[in-house]
């Protein structure tokens, strides 16, 4: 307890110390490279900023929306294509599996089963395969083989979470970068006017509209496939229930002793 004690009290500390150490190397990171640039590089920051984005605007921007908008509608076909050729009428199967069951037929029900390329089947095809071993062992082996099948469902869906948050933000960012290049645009040219100006807004302003037309399929897409993930689960969770109570007013899963699958 002592020990403890002492471990706890010395903690805080070194916590502090810690942060300390990190404020001080920002700092000097950050006086570092003002002194390069104000009397290095012999600039002024922001003008050298307002330059730089006077030459690009929202352009590239643009062009990286329509690059992850490609990217997201590659996402949503291969996982509509993916979740299709696995798709299951639970209920057919479900019955199916209870008649084989129920004809003692195990080694027939898993060969059915393990040809099945669905969430379903290999998870029911998993808990067949370790039938002589008893209920308790099925169970666990089927959740082990349910939390493997999940992760290929949600293969790649992040992708589409990830754009639906933050496309729009992308395409804020780059209406900020057009709206910047419109009044450096003004600064040189004042006899333009308001006409210089809100011509580089208007375009500024597609920067937005195009991340919106990105997020939005995104968003829901994200939402439709994800609610296939939970069927799939849900159907393999009966599936797996089915299996289980059969297995438990079964002697044969009953006798198992765990020296093989009792098939």
């Known amino acids: ?35 390069l640039v104000r009397f290095g590089l012999r ?19 643009m062009y990286l929306l329509i690059g992850l908008s490609i990217l997201s509608v590659g996402v949503m076909l291969e996982r509509w294509l993916f979740y299709a050729r696995r798709a299951v009428e639970v209920d057919e199967v479900r019955a199916r599996l209870e008649r084989l069951l129920e004809a003692d037929e195990v080694r027939a029900a898993l060969d059915w089963l393990g040809q099945s390329e669905s969430m ?20 666990e082996q089927m959740l082990a083989s349910l939390a493997q099948e ?3 469902y949600e293969a790649r869906l992040s992708i589409l979470g990830t754009l639906g ?27 333009g006017g308001a006409a210089t100006v809100m011509a580089g807004i208007s375009e500024a302003l597609v920067a937005t509209a195009i991340g919106l037309l ?16 939970k069927v799939a689960v849900s159907n393999t969770e009966l599936l797996a229930r089915t299996l289980l109570a059969h297995a ?12 093989g699958d009792g098939l």
């Open 248 to 259: 438990k007013q079964s002697p044969a899963a009953q006798a198992g002793k765990g020296t």
């Open 1 to 35: 307890m002592a020990d403890e004690e002492r471990k706890e009290a010395a903690a805080p500390p070194r916590a502090r110390r810690s942060s300390l150490s990190l404020l001080i190397y920002l700092a000097v990171l950050t006086t570092g490279v003002w002194v």
């Open 214 to 229: 990105v997020a939005i399929p995104c968003v829901i897409a994200f939402n439709a496939l994800r609610e296939k993930v």
């Open 43 to 61: 600039l002024q920051l922001t003008e050298f900023l307002a330059r730089a984005v006077s030459q690009t605007g929202a352009e590239w921007v």
């Open 165 to 191: 948050n933050n496309a729009p933000f992308i395409g804020l960012f780059g209406t900020v970068l057009g709206i910047v290049k419109a009044f450096v645009d003004l600064s040189q040219d004042v006899a």
């Open 150 to 152: 999940r992760l290929g």
């Open 120 to 139: 379903e089947g290999r998870v029911a095809a998993t808990g067949l395969r370790h039938f002589g071993r008893g209920p308790a062992t099925m169970e």
